[in-house]
């Protein structure tokens, strides 16, 4: 993979010209995040991280079925609490609107419904992992 300089040097322009701390951009599978961390006055430490987006690797084309996505970015939870009964496993059958997991975005728990009725053949994310929009989190069939 070439890491192309000119780019993360315009992301963090941005960060400075928008004043933010976090910026990502992703592009097919490459994903660049840059970050600034500022200690004290006039102390500004600019970061850029270029990884493989395993979201986009992980969920193949080839698995068939009904794809219940997540609406939003954020970190999803199988679970309504730590120990809990998970919402759903693989080989229940579950009816359209019931929640498969729950994706916390800005301390706010947002339910994710399964938009059909189904059998679930596979969960494609692990509890507490950061999910983006439009991720496939569970496959129906």
């Not at 963090?12 to 994903?31: A, P, R, S």
């Not at 992980?58 to 679970?79: F, M, Q």
């Amino acid at each position: 993979m070439k890491i192309d300089k000119k780019l993360i040097k315009e992301l963090v322009d941005n960060l400075k010209d928008f004043n933010l701390t976090e910026l990502e951009y992703q592009e097919g599978q490459t994903k660049i995040k840059v970050s600034r961390v500022t200690r004290g006055i006039d102390q500004t430490k600019s970061n850029a991280i270029v990884y493989q987006n395993k979201a986009v690797l992980n969920t193949s084309d080839h698995d068939e079925g009904i794809r219940v996505k997540s609406p939003i970015i954020g970190t999803a939870y199988l679970a309504p609490e730590p120990g809990a009964k998970k919402f759903v496993k693989v080989g229940d059958k579950i009816k359209k609107g019931q929640t498969v997991m729950i994706v916390e975005a800005m301390k706010t728990m947002n339910h994710v419904p399964s938009t059909s009725e189904g059998e679930v053949s596979k969960i494609l994310v692990e509890d507490g992992q950061p999910v983006e929009f439009g991720q496939t989190l569970v496959i129906l069939k």
